[in-house]
């Protein structure tokens, strides 16, 4: 019989510790008791903001992050990765309901969703402690091993740590490096679950790489949700279909239906087309107007703003209608000074159709459009 100190029992162990080192925390606003189930956007930055992602790299999140997403039970809308950071869309439940799905979970299932994630031979191992553990009278200590596995199921702050850890021993290993790799714990944004907010959100995200200059459409940034779609990935289209359907009662919309409306809602945002001379044929957002915001000139419209960087998608900390904010406010009250009454902040700078923010951005809202 092995004994339960081997080198693989401590990777178990490992594996499934809640003790490892974390980084500073900012202030997270979780879904909590506003919905069962709730989106959050999600940006993560590289230490000190250094261009180490590659296209290696940035393969590798794509298909690390599937693989924790199909295990864990968090749905990714969208994403995108540049070179120094990325943005995830994600739905998640809140406490409640997700205790309520851990718990229908089997154990038989559970095993079944870790070969998603896991390696055959930490399962194998898994399988043998759990055994084991029952062999000997320990029942409880089996448990221990399961639930353990199940809390880091259908979590933000677990789909994260997994996905930030294993990314990091990866990339550390390949280039011999050591040390943290990100800038710190990620950042996250609570938004309403309502069909044009959510759009919004997603366009901004998508729309990363053309802000970015590295294209003039979306498509052809294969690092992003979109471009996944349209390259055919059934995980992606998933996610934009959850898009455009909403929560519309008809959920027949199809894939080519819904990849017309959703490329129409980017194209619409207004990228700019230049001939093989140069000439602009279709004009977009350029830095001029951003600069005729930031002086007070004119009003960009909410579709033309994704193209900016607007620190409200990574900053507002909660974003949508003045009654979802408000819910926030009021849910979160005690973190706030007594002085505070009311917690919705319209968004400035823009034709923003109503939208509101729990944190009011007094200066450089708008950072450009780079």
Same mark, same amino acid.
């Given at each position: ?14 594996? +499934?510790?809640? %003790? *490892?080192?974390? $980084?500073? =925390? ?5 879904? !909590? ?5 709730? /989106? ?12 180490? +992602?590659?296209? %290696? *790299?940035?393969? $590798?999140? =794509? ?5 924790? !997403? ?5 749905? /990714? ?12 869309? +994600? ?14 979970? !089997? ?264």
């Amino acid at each position: 019989m092995k004994q339960l100190d081997s080198r693989k029992s401590l990777a178990i162990i490992v594996e +499934l510790s809640s %003790e *490892e080192p974390r $980084f500073p =925390r900012f202030q997270r606003y979780r879904p !909590s008791e506003l919905t069962p189930w709730a /989106v959050m956007h999600v940006v993560d930055r590289v230490v000190g903001r250094q261009m180490l +992602l590659g296209d %290696e *790299e940035k393969e $590798f999140l =794509r298909v690390l992050m599937r693989k924790i !997403s199909r295990f864990s039970g968090v749905e /990714v809308i969208t994403w995108a990765c540049l070179g120094n950071h990325y943005h995830l869309l +994600l739905r998640v439940p809140n406490e409640l309901e997700a205790a309520h799905l851990r718990a229908e979970i !089997s154990e038989e299932a559970l095993l079944e969703r870790m070969k998603m994630a896991f390696s055959a031979e930490f399962i194998e191992e898994t399988q043998r402690r759990v055994g084991q553990f029952r062999r000997e009278g320990k029942p409880e200590m089996a448990e221990s091993i399961l639930r353990r596995l199940r809390e880091q199921m259908f979590d933000v702050s677990a789909f994260m740590h997994m996905l930030k850890r294993r990314f990091s021993a990866s990339y550390n290993k390949k280039h011999g490096r050591k040390g943290t790799l990100w800038e710190s714990r990620f950042r996250s944004v609570l938004v309403e679950d309502e069909q044009s907010v959510v759009l919004k959100m997603a366009a901004y995200i998508d729309l990363n790489a053309v802000r970015a200059g590295i294209v003039k459409d979306p498509k052809d940034y294969r690092w992003c949700g979109y471009a996944e779609a349209v390259a055919g990935k059934e995980e992606a289209r998933e996610g934009i279909l959850s898009v455009v359907r909403g929560s519309s009662e008809d959920q027949a919309v199809g894939w080519e239906e819904a990849a017309a409306a959703y490329r129409d809602w980017l194209y619409d945002a207004g990228c700019e087309v230049r001939d093989g001379e140069g000439r602009i044929t279709r004009k977009g957002i350029t830095s001029e107007e951003v600069d005729e915001v930031r002086a007070g000139g004119r009003r960009l419209s909410a579709k033309q703003l994704l193209h900016c960087k607007v620190r409200y998608f990574t900053d507002g900390v909660a974003i949508g209608s003045r009654a979802f904010v408000e819910s926030v406010f009021e849910l979160y009250r005690y973190r706030f000074g007594a002085k505070r009454s009311t917690g919705a902040r319209p968004l400035r700078w823009g034709e923003w159709d109503g939208l509101c923010a729990l944190r009011d951005l007094q200066r450089e809202v708008i950072k450009g459009s780079g």
